[in-house]
């Protein structure tokens, strides 16, 4: 009777490891796949962190899944049909400052991912060392990934400009004009 119980108490105390260990494989299995989920993102930040920058030099072909590579072509050739000057290859270009960016996979689909991204570009013009007259633009950069070919892809890009120098010299021009026609107008 005592070896029943011993054995029936060995019975239970193996049957609660197992399920124990069961349970702490699963949980490691889940742990893994979460870690990988991020790791995903984590390349795919990266790589958004690389094509914004790409995009800002005019070298973003790269990144671009066979669709939007041809989109891209057609909008590039339509635009140089109806272009009077033509851009020389060095812009000025000085800095590319990524301020912000964000990326997530898009719910309830693994090969479909979003980035945003808030970009600063700022040119030197010439002529002058003062930072302060360097041309300075802002964008919001939108990107739609897909995975192709087990590689992340943009499919799709919107750009809003969100910030120019130039519009602050211009507020700055225009105000000037209405002080002074204001002058002359109380002068008269």
Same mark, same amino acid.
């Given at each position: 009777?005592?070896?029943?119980?011993?054995?029936?108490?060995?019975?239970?105390?193996?049957?609660?490891?197992?399920?124990?260990? /069961?349970?702490?494989?699963?949980?490691?299995?889940?742990?893994?796949?979460?870690?990988?989920?991020?790791?995903?993102?984590?390349?795919?930040?990266?790589?958004?962190?690389?094509?914004?920058?790409?995009?800002?030099?005019?070298?973003?072909?790269? /990144?671009?899944?066979?669709?939007?590579?041809?989109? /891209?072509?057609?909008?590039?050739?339509?635009?140089?049909?109806?272009?009077?000057?033509?851009?020389?290859?060095? &812009?000025?270009?000085?800095?590319?400052?990524?301020?912000?960016?964000? &990326?997530?996979?898009?719910?309830?689909?693994?090969?479909?991912?979003?980035?945003?991204?808030?970009?600063?570009?700022?040119?030197?013009?010439?002529?002058?060392?003062?930072?302060?007259?360097?041309?300075?633009?802002? /964008?919001?950069?939108?990107?739609?990934?897909?995975?192709?070919?087990?590689?992340?892809?943009?499919?799709?890009?919107?750009?809003?400009?969100?910030?120019? &120098?130039?519009?602050?010299?211009?507020?700055?021009?225009?105000?000037?004009?209405?002080?002074?026609?204001?002058?002359?107008?109380?002068?008269?």
């Amino acid at each position: 009777m005592k070896k029943g119980w011993i054995m029936l108490l060995l019975g239970v105390g193996l049957a609660l490891s197992l399920g124990w260990g /069961f349970n702490q494989y699963t949980a490691l299995h889940k742990a893994r796949q979460t870690i990988a989920g991020y790791q995903d993102v984590e390349a795919l930040n990266q790589r958004s962190e690389d094509f914004v920058r790409a995009y800002a030099q005019g070298k973003h072909q790269e /990144f671009l899944s066979k669709a939007a590579a041809d989109r /891209f072509a057609r909008e590039d050739n339509r635009e140089k049909d109806h272009e009077d000057v033509h851009m020389s290859e060095d &812009t000025g270009l000085q800095k590319v400052d990524i301020q912000q960016l964000y &990326t997530k996979k898009v719910k309830d689909r693994d090969d479909q991912a979003e980035s945003y991204a808030t970009l600063r570009l700022q040119y030197e013009l010439g002529g002058s060392n003062s930072p302060a007259d360097d041309y300075i633009q802002t /964008f919001s950069v939108h990107s739609v990934w897909i995975r192709e070919n087990e590689q992340w892809k943009v499919n799709d890009v919107d750009i809003i400009l969100t910030g120019d &120098t130039s519009d602050d010299e211009l507020k700055r021009q225009a105000q000037e004009a209405l002080e002074n026609a204001t002058r002359a107008r109380d002068g008269e």
